[in-house]
């Protein structure tokens, strides 16, 4: 869910969601894809 918001509020960049959830790009972009985001 943090994620879906975070994605929303930086209207789908990834590298800017994975800085204001202080996670890395590769993190962000894995967890999409084990949740079926993509």
Do not use: C, V, Y
């Not at 789908?12 to 079926?36: C, M, V």
Request: aromatic share 0%; proline share 0%.
């Amino acid at each position: 869910r943090l994620i879906l918001t975070a994605l929303a509020n930086t209207r789908g960049r990834r590298i800017e969601a994975a800085q204001k959830l202080g996670i890395g790009r590769n993190t962000i972009t894995r967890k999409i894809q084990d949740l079926g985001l993509e």
